[in-house]
């Protein structure tokens, strides 16, 4: 079975925190991807890596950065965590073919800031 | 801007019914099209992936369909099921690395 592991499933941080949100794929996929999910919005991408220390913005990077040392690890970072960060963070990981590459997603981490 | 959109947002049906919810997508230049189901505070789980010079793809009672030249794509559901009840959405694939999602569409099955 295939698998995206987000480290948290529920999460809760006090303002101004430094907040870590981990994901690791057991797929040997070159993508990886970190989105945020709102009500109303629906899935907004932050980020995506497409290789080892590789890094893209996606369509709402401000308060967030992303880290992969690794290929199977990609973590996100709230640098001081806000109030409008409270959401449900999605990874998701997929391979580079452009035509026959299915995603794949974490449970998702339902994270709270007060 | 690839700008998605599903309609109905939300659907209520009785346990037994098929059922059709509607993907679309102005910009037809899609490598593929993917159906997701979401259950309440949980992740996406994949469903079905549609090339693009496919027409369409089944999975046990899913069948998904891609009209790429007018920017449609329906997803049916046959004899529903109250566990089908959960939200669906798509996402298709342009030039680049992500996925572009519409919003989904919230689906009930009742007894």
């Known amino acids: 079975d295939v698998k995206v592991t987000q480290s948290s499933r529920y999460l809760v941080k006090r303002t101004g925190e430094k907040v870590f949100l981990e994901c690791v794929q057991d797929?040997?996929?070159?993508?990886m991807f970190w989105y945020r999910q709102d009500p109303g919005l629906g899935l907004r991408l932050i980020y995506f890596?497409?290789?080892?220390?590789?890094?893209e913005k996606g369509d709402i990077p401000e308060g967030y950065s992303v880290s992969r040392e690794k290929k199977e690890r990609f973590s996100l970072i709230l640098e001081s965590a806000s109030t409008n960060q409270t959401s449900m963070y999605l990874c998701?990981?997929?391979?580079?073919?452009?035509?026959?590459?299915?995603?794949?997603f974490g449970q998702g981490t339902r994270l709270t800031v007060v | 801007k690839q700008e998605v959109t599903q309609i109905p947002a939300a659907l209520s049906v009785p346990e037994g019914e098929n059922l059709v919810l509607n993907c679309s997508f102005t910009d037809s230049a899609i490598y593929n099209l993917q159906w997701f189901r979401q259950d309440p505070g949980k992740g996406l789980t994949s469903l079905l992936l549609?090339?693009?010079?496919?027409r369409e793809q089944t999975s046990g009672r899913l069948n998904a369909s891609l009209d790429k030249s007018s920017g449609r794509s329906t997803l049916y559901i046959a004899a529903s099921q109250p566990g089908d009840s959960a939200t669906y959405l798509c996402?298709?694939?342009?030039?680049?690395?992500?996925?572009?999602f519409g919003k989904g569409t919230s689906l009930l099955v009742t007894p």
């Open positions: 998701a990981s997929n391979t580079p073919d452009l035509i026959n590459t299915e995603a794949f």
């Open positions: 890596s497409y290789d080892v220390k590789m890094k």
């Open positions: 797929m040997d996929h070159e993508n």
């Open positions: 996402a298709v694939k342009n030039s680049g690395y992500a996925l572009n």
């Open positions: 549609i090339q693009s010079s496919q």
